[in-house]
Nanobody
Framework: QVQLVESGGGLVQPGGSLTLSCVASGFSLNDYAVGWHRQAPGKEREVVSCISTDGGTYNHDSMKGRVTISRDKSKNTVSLQMNSLRPDDTAVYFC?????????????????WGQGTQVTVSS
């Protein structure tokens, strides 16, 4: 079965850190560009960070300096480390994969989506 599964979400205090993981089954994530997107209640889904097949990365301006995206090729996994979290980072975070890499900029290019993991930043 081809799927992406996210984990690592939860409740964290402002200023805290979380690491989200996205593991693929049924295909090699190493052959795909991977992005993390998020959607807060009442807002549109937006990209957070992306990593290409050759390791190039992109981070949304609102997350620059606070996130690191990385691959573990041996585990077929992409992780997103988030630091200095703020209440406005509260959202459901989704993992997305596509062969072209355009999915980072145009979600219609995304081939696979995970089910999402909730991140709540609150004291």
């Amino acid at each position: 079965q081809v799927q992406l599964v996210e984990s690592g979400g939860g409740l964290v205090q402002p200023g805290g850190s979380l690491t989200l993981s996205c593991v693929a089954s049924g295909f090699s994530l190493n052959d795909y560009a991977v992005g993390w997107h998020r959607q807060a209640p009442g807002k549109e889904r937006e990209v957070v960070s992306c990593i290409s097949t050759d390791g190039g990365t992109y981070n949304h301006d609102s997350m620059k300096g606070r996130v690191t995206i990385s691959r573990d090729k041996s585990k077929n996994t992409v992780s997103l480390q988030m630091n200095s979290l703020r209440p406005d980072d509260t959202a459901v975070y989704f993992c997305a994969a596509d062969v072209t890499g355009y999915g980072c900029y145009d979600t219609s290019a995304v081939e696979y989506w995970g089910q999402g993991t909730q991140v709540t930043v609150s004291s």
